[in-house]
């Protein structure tokens, strides 16, 4: 099983600001079979980014992913009001697909 | 625009069995992958397993012998089974769709079951 790490735990910034999440992967992750997700209290995730780059349908373009292998990243550009949330990653390259622990981005 | 609808029982005694169905109106079923996916309250994401749109089903091995998943086509309707049930069950349960086409990828999640084990 894959085991991913996400950091920081916790991010604070402010609106306006550049945010930068890692999530680091035991092993390599096959095809770059790494998604983000963005999940607000009370409410389901929504992805963002597979195969590590590619943004989901609908998702705006300040939200960037990046890496390979064992290494990735979700950039916000510039972050909105109402992207303060919890970001997961998941890697879906070998069964079990599994999920980071989370990281909680905050307002500064 | 697909829509799904999660339905089944939310308070289980432990041994139980938990009973989800996840009804997906608009698009076409037959080219989506399904998966359900849980959370622990205050917890994270944990994958429970999949259904391929060629037929087969791929399971956590942590759930493996507890969980079944299946797909009704004619109905249009996802299901997650899981036996003997215990308080580390308790969970919010989510169906989620993933759609594949020209634009990109696209998601679509149930409202999400709140499934609480308790004698």
């Known amino acids: 099983e894959i085991v991913l790490t996400q950091s920081p735990g916790t991010l604070s910034l402010s609106p306006g600001e550049r945010a930068t999440l890692s999530c680091r992967a035991s092993?390599?992750?096959?095809?770059?079979?790494l998604a983000w997700y963005q999940q607000k209290p009370g409410q389901a995730p929504r992805l963002l980014i597979y195969?590590?780059?590619s943004r989901a349908t609908g998702i705006p373009d300040r939200f960037s992913g990046s890496g390979s292998g064992t290494d990735f990243t979700l950039t916000i550009s510039r972050l909105e009001p109402e992207d303060f949330a919890v970001y997961y990653c998941?890697?879906?390259?070998?069964?079990?697909?599994?999920f980071g622990q989370g990281t909680k981005l905050e307002i500064k | 625009q697909v829509q799904l609808q999660q339905w089944g029982a939310g308070l289980l005694k432990p041994s139980e069995t938990l009973s989800l169905t996840c009804d997906v109106y608009?698009?076409?079923?037959?080219?989506?992958?399904c998966h359900w996916i849980r959370q622990p309250p205050g917890k994270g994401l944990e994958w429970i397993g999949d259904?391929?749109?060629?037929?087969?089903?791929n399971y956590n091995p942590s759930l493996k012998s507890r969980v079944t998943i299946s797909v009704n086509m004619s109905k249009k309707q996802l299901s997650l089974k899981m036996s003997s049930v215990t308080a580390a069950d308790t969970a919010v349960y989510y169906c989620?769709?993933?759609?594949?086409?020209?634009?990109?990828?696209?998601?679509?999640w149930g409202q999400g079951t709140l499934v609480t084990v308790s004698s």
């Open positions: 608009g698009g076409s079923f037959s080219t989506y992958f």
């Open positions: 195969i590590a780059s």
């Open positions: 989620v769709i993933y759609n594949l086409d020209t634009v990109g990828m696209t998601d679509y």
């Open positions: 259904f391929t749109h060629s037929g087969i089903t």
């Open positions: 998941q890697q879906y390259g070998s069964s079990p697909y599994t």
């Open positions: 092993q390599s992750v096959s095809s770059s079979s």
